[in-house]
């Protein structure tokens, strides 16, 4: 099954996870998973739990923590 993490594709297992696809990811790009967990989104922009399933050409999108904190503060002061 293939998945798609920031345009980046990834070959998945069925019944792989949201983090799986992660670990992939980051193993990919040479680099480690960061300790502060990142915010997962879909191409629609919603939060995706880390334990959520992955669908066949799924498109995933990892937000740094802290860029997202740091917008919502305006949004909701």
Do not use: C, W
């Amino acid at each position: 099954m293939t998945v798609f993490v920031n345009n980046l594709e990834i070959k998945v297992f069925r019944g792989a996870r949201v983090m799986n696809a992660i670990k992939l990811y980051y193993s990919g790009i040479y680099e480690e998973i960061p300790k502060e967990l990142p915010v997962i989104v879909d191409h629609y922009g919603n939060i995706i739990d880390f334990d959520g399933e992955l669908l066949n050409l799924q498109r995933l999108y990892i937000i740094d923590p802290q860029v997202l904190n740091k917008a919502d503060q305006y949004e909701n002061p």
